[in-house]
C-alpha cells in the first residue's frame, strides 16, 4: 500500500537537483547572458549614434538640395560631382553597420546616386523638366536617390 509519504512534491524535487549539481555552470551562464546583453545594449547605442552621424552628415553635405530643393545651383552635376568624394567617406565609414543582408542593396543605391550625379543630372535637363513636365525631373529623381540612402540610417 502506498501511504502517501513516499512521493516527494515537484519543487522538493528540483531543490534536491540544485543540492546535488555543481553551480559553476550556473554562475557561468549566468555571467555569460549578462555580457551578452551589455554588448547588445553597447551596440544598439553604438548603432544609433553612427545612423545619427550619417544622417547628419549627409544632410550637411546636400543642403540646399534636400530635403527641398531650395537652394538648386547652377551647374548642378560640377556642384554634385565635387561632393562625390565626400559623399563616398559617409558611405564608406556607415557601411559597417548595415547588416549583411542589406549591403547589396545599399551598394546599388549608392551606385545609382553616383551614376546620377556623374552622368545624369545637368542645368539642361533641369530645365527641360521645368518647362516640359513630360521628361523626367532630376530634382525629384535626385530626391528619391538620396531618400533610399538615408533609409539606411533609421
Known amino acids: 500500500m502506498n501511504e502517501g509519504n513516499d512521493t516527494i512534491a515537484p519543487y522538493d524535487q528540483i531543490a534536491a537537483y540544485f ?3 555543481p553551480m559553476w555552470p ?3 551562464l549566468a555571467a555569460a547572458t549578462v555580457v551578452a ?3 547588445e545594449l553597447y551596440y544598439r547605442k553604438r548603432r544609433n549614434e553612427a545612423a545619427e552621424e550619417f544622417r547628419s ?6 543642403s540646399g538640395l534636400y530635403p527641398e530643393p531650395v537652394n538648386w545651383p547652377r551647374s548642378i552635376d560640377t ?6 568624394p565626400v559623399m563616398q567617406d559617409i558611405i564608406d565609414d556607415f557601411k559597417p553597420n548595415i547588416r549583411q543582408e542589406d549591403i547589396p542593396a545599399y551598394n546599388r543605391d549608392w551606385d545609382n546616386y553616383y551614376q546620377f550625379c556623374r552622368t545624369e543630372v545637368t542645368d539642361e535637363k533641369c530645365t527641360a523638366a521645368e518647362r516640359d513636365g513630360q521628361v ?3 530634382k525629384k529623381t535626385f530626391h528619391t536617390l538620396v531618400s533610399k540612402l538615408l533609409r539606411y540610417g533609421k
Do not use: K, S
Not at 57 to 62: D, E, G, K, N
Not at 79 to 84: E, T
Open 79 to 84: 556642384y554634385l560631382c565635387a561632393r562625390l
Open 136 to 138: 523626367p525631373d532630376p
Open 37 to 39: 546583453g551589455i554588448y
Open 19 to 21: 543540492n546535488q549539481v
Open 57 to 62: 552628415a549627409i544632410l550637411h553635405t546636400l
Open 26 to 28: 550556473l554562475v557561468l
